[in-house]
Nanobody, 125 residues
Framework: QVQLVESGGGLVQAGGSLRLSCVASGQTIGRYRLGWFRQAPGKEREFVAAISASGGITEYTDSVKDRFTISRDNAKNTLYLQMNILKPEDTAVYYC??????????????????WGQGTQVTVSS
């Protein structure tokens, strides 16, 4: 069973940047599609971005396109999310997750298995 630990969250002003990291242990994640989700207070957990096992295919929800970049370093068993031009509506707990199948376009919470505990991102206006 893989364990995932997110870090890099914090408080930032609107327009600022943060870089989230997700370190995996217990299993090599290089063969798996990985994703980032977020959950704001009172809302459902929503898809943010995903990346294929090789890193060659990336996907984003429309609200973060051109602002967020997902990447991975399989040698370090680590997933990243670079977040630029942050907006107050990006405030949420951000979670990394391992995809159940290596198929692009799968964006439901049920399409992902192992989850981290999350890291809080707060964007002030």
């Amino acid at each position: 069973q893989v364990q995932l630990v997110e870090s890099g969250g914090g408080l930032v002003q609107a327009g600022g940047s943060l870089r989230l990291s997700c370190v995996a242990s217990g299993q090599t994640i290089g063969r798996y599609r990985l994703g980032w989700f977020r959950q704001a207070p009172g809302k459902e957990r929503e898809f943010v971005a995903a990346i294929s096992a090789s890193g060659g295919i990336t996907e984003y929800t429309d609200s973060v396109k051109d602002r967020f970049t997902i990447s991975r370093d399989n040698a370090k068993n680590t997933l990243y999310l670079q977040m630029n031009i942050l907006k107050p509506e990006d405030t949420a707990v951000y979670y990394c997750a391992v995809g159940n199948r290596n198929l692009s376009g799968k964006r439901l919470r049920a399409d992902f298995g192992s989850w981290g505990q999350g890291t809080q991102v707060t964007v002030s206006s």
